[in-house]
């Protein structure tokens, strides 16, 4: 429907001042202009059960594709068949992840293109066009190391470009902190693997702890990001948060202690298992750093992840933050990259929504603006 732009020209013997009604239901429909726009806004984001369910199934590769699929194998003897549905379980958790997250991370590009970073939209373009026929095709065949190092790029690109729109707003700060912080332990971990391969092959025993030395690095920024992630809920949740935090602390230290005790052959089933799934999570080569303390930092970015999956407010920092934390320092893994990708566009999502003034911030209903101007009458 057309209407006058209020720039137009005065028609002749028009007033120039509108009527008072006029002029106190401007604001109100200014008011109203901004709510429908936001409500066009929100109805163009993915559905929140879209991205529940992606983060869900992200949990459940992370945790059977990555760990118990590989460690079961040998553990013990007589579980042939839960061998089997582990591993069934764990393909088909990967690829619905994959083809569901790549449905999720192209809605979402579509929707965060109105993001007036002049970066930001040609690099999403770009990168997430490359990027995600790369990690489609992994899901059915091998890739090799050159196509793995150019999804590490990919990938963080965008969550470089995305961290900064998520940084200048309030917020989503914590989203592009977090971000930022994953993004370089990702490209320092990839490097660090990148030299542990060359030097393996060229048989540098000095290369290779230059390589162990990176990784030490990642392995900080790692830490740096799982407590960022802490600090956040600690401070958004106040006292629940805290009993919140010691639960995953104390869940995160018994599973690091069962994983690391002892040999192999001196173990019981459940320790030998969780000590080789931790160990096939956990990014290599190995930092100087001893595994109870890398079993710890990975089992607890995992439950940070699927708590902080389930924030809703601010809409987009929850999702930024737990598929952050899946993410990691794993760039080369195309589950992983899948999804940094999706933190970094959950990031930018985070930015551009509207966060509505607190309470006493709101003018009661029924009192004028402290500058209104009202007509003096005799």
Known sequence: MYRASPVAPVEEGANASPPPSEAAAAPVDVASHHAASAAVQLRNWPPRSDVLLVGFWAVMASVLGRGLAPALPGSSAGIGQLIVGVEDLGAFSSQFMVMMGTAVCVRLLLTTLECRSYLFRPVAIVTCAAALPVVVSASSRHLSPEWLISLVGLSATLALASAMPALRAPHSRVAGLVLLTVTMGSLVSAAGRTIALYASQQVEATLFTVARGIATLGLLLDALSVAWVAL?????????GAWLIAGAVAVALAVAWTGQQGDPEDVATWGLVAGRALAALTAHPDPFIGPGIRY?????????????????????????????????????????A???????????????????????????????AP????????
């Open 232 to 240: 956040w809920l600690a401070r958004r949740l106040r006292l629940r």
């Open 296 to 336: 710890f930092i990975e089992v607890l970015a995992l439950i940070l992840g699927a708590i902080t999956l389930w924030f809703q407010r601010p809409a987009g920092v929850g999702a930024t933050l737990s598929f952050a934390l899946l993410a990691r320092v794993s760039g080369d893994v195309p589950l992983c």
């Open 338 to 368: 899948l999804m940094l990708m999706l933190a970094a566009l959950s990031a930018v999502r985070a930015s551009l929504q509207s966060v509505e003034p607190d309470a006493s911030t709101r003018e009661p209903p029924g009192r004028r």
């Open 371 to 378: 500058l209104e101007v009202i007509p003096a009458t005799r």
